[in-house]
């Protein structure tokens, strides 16, 4: 197999490229991103591409055509919202224009999408579990997640166009791990995490590792389609909060969302607005696929997903 793995300036990508590294099965790998790689790679190449720049299809088919490239690995997308809305719309959206262009004009066998279960969006109506068929209404809460929407529907129309391609999108739960820098992570870091008065959804996690290991399954396995990846189980929000060692400090909504906004607005705030309401209603994805198609069986169950991001935080308040 000869993969290239865009994004691995990004702490996803850069694991996807080391844990591709020591798979045997592949012969060839392309690092692909804004920065090269900090640790030296022995199997990759490294090729700077920019899915800002006007011309990074152009680019983009050259790199895989001159490795003969079969499999594209596409991780680059922002792990939390941010403040440069019209740069991270750029990155996201038109980039992956970019990566499908040079996906078709290549003849790419295989692309692997990384998503999030978030673009669910978090409604009154959302039962327990979300199969992947369930519809992509997060986008109506925040430009964050409209920007992964709209990749999402632009690669099942690119899909759709070449059926005997094979297009893998992961939608991952939120990361937590040592290294992972997600929304996820910036809430669960807090000392005093606000919640929605009243409510207490329940959340789903996965840790980075397992979420590593499924984009390595997904370059092996044809699946074609979304596949919900999470650590099994699903804990209480509250109790996420005490198991990283913060402690819960409930709100009323409105209070949530004036403060958020203004924070946000500032440029003060990580948290922006139309996020809260994942503190106040569920957002969980069904994983049947996950294990029947995909074959994914993770190392760490919801809690011990967060004691392991919990300790790593830990370690490293102490150390600074």
Same mark, same amino acid.
């Given at each position: 197999?000869? !993969?290239? !793995?865009?994004?691995?300036?990004?702490?996803?990508?850069?694991?996807?490229?080391?844990? %591709? &590294?020591?798979?045997? &099965?592949? $012969?060839?790998?392309?690092?692909?991103?804004?920065?090269?790689?900090?640790?030296?790679?022995?199997?990759?190449?490294?090729?700077?591409?920019?899915?800002?720049?006007?011309?990074?299809?152009?680019?983009?088919?050259?790199?895989?055509?001159?490795?003969?490239?079969?499999?594209?690995?596409?991780?680059?997308?922002?792990?939390?919202? @941010?403040? +440069?809305?019209?740069?991270?719309? $750029?990155? $996201? #959206?038109?980039?992956?224009?970019? !990566?499908?262009?040079?996906?078709?004009?290549?003849?790419? +066998?295989?692309?692997?999408?990384?998503?999030?279960?978030?673009?669910?969006?978090? +409604?009154?109506?959302?039962?327990?579990?979300?199969?992947?068929? #369930?519809?992509?209404?997060?986008?109506?809460? @925040?430009?964050w997640l409209a920007d992964k929407v709209e990749v999402e529907h632009q690669v099942a129309q690119f899909a759709h166009k070449h059926p005997t391609r094979t297009v893998t999108v992961l939608r991952l739960a939120p990361v937590l791990g040592p290294t992972a820098d997600t929304l996820g992570t910036i809430y669960l870091k807090r000392r005093l995490a606000p919640m929605w008065l009243g409510y207490d959804p329940l959340v789903q996690v996965v840790h980075e590792e397992d979420a590593v290991e499924a984009a390595r399954l997904a370059v092996h396995r044809d699946v074609r389609g979304a596949v919900n990846i999470a650590a099994p189980? !699903?804990?209480?929000?509250?109790?996420?909060?005490?198991?990283?060692?913060? +402690?819960?400090?409930?709100?009323?909504?409105?209070?949530?969302?004036?403060? @958020?906004?203004?924070?946000?607005?500032?440029?003060?705030?990580?948290?922006?607005?139309?996020?809260?309401?994942? %503190?106040?209603?569920?957002?969980?994805?069904?994983?049947?696929?996950?294990?029947?198609?995909?074959?994914?069986?993770?190392?760490?169950?919801?809690? &011990?997903?967060? %004691? @392991?991001?919990?300790?790593?935080?830990?370690?490293?308040?102490?150390?600074?």
């Amino acid at each position: 197999m000869r !993969v290239a !793995v865009t994004g691995s300036e990004n702490h996803f990508g850069r694991a996807v490229v080391q844990a %591709l &590294e020591a798979d045997p &099965e592949v $012969e060839a790998l392309l690092a692909l991103g804004t920065r090269p790689p900090a640790q030296k790679l022995a199997k990759a190449q490294w090729r700077e591409v920019d899915l800002v720049h006007p011309r990074s299809a152009e680019h983009l088919a050259q790199f895989l055509a001159e490795a003969a490239v079969d499999t594209v690995v596409h991780t680059a997308f922002l792990s939390r919202p @941010s403040h +440069r809305g019209g740069w991270a719309h $750029e990155l $996201e #959206a038109i980039g992956t224009r970019s !990566v499908l262009a040079a996906a078709e004009s290549t003849g790419v +066998r295989k692309l692997v999408l990384r998503s999030t279960t978030l673009v669910y969006g978090a +409604r009154p109506g959302n039962p327990n579990y979300l199969c992947e068929s #369930a519809p992509l209404a997060g986008g109506e809460q @925040s430009p964050w997640l409209a920007d992964k929407v709209e990749v999402e529907h632009q690669v099942a129309q690119f899909a759709h166009k070449h059926p005997t391609r094979t297009v893998t999108v992961l939608r991952l739960a939120p990361v937590l791990g040592p290294t992972a820098d997600t929304l996820g992570t910036i809430y669960l870091k807090r000392r005093l995490a606000p919640m929605w008065l009243g409510y207490d959804p329940l959340v789903q996690v996965v840790h980075e590792e397992d979420a590593v290991e499924a984009a390595r399954l997904a370059v092996h396995r044809d699946v074609r389609g979304a596949v919900n990846i999470a650590a099994p189980g !699903v804990v209480p929000l509250a109790t996420a909060v005490r198991l990283a060692g913060g +402690r819960p400090l409930p709100l009323p909504g409105r209070v949530l969302h004036t403060v @958020s906004e203004t924070l946000w607005n500032a440029q003060l705030g990580d948290f922006p607005p139309g996020m809260v309401d994942f %503190l106040r209603f569920v957002c969980a994805g069904s994983l049947r696929l996950q294990q029947e198609q995909l074959g994914l069986a993770p190392k760490y169950g919801a809690r &011990e997903a967060i %004691l @392991s991001f919990a300790g790593s935080a830990k370690l490293k308040r102490m150390a600074a």
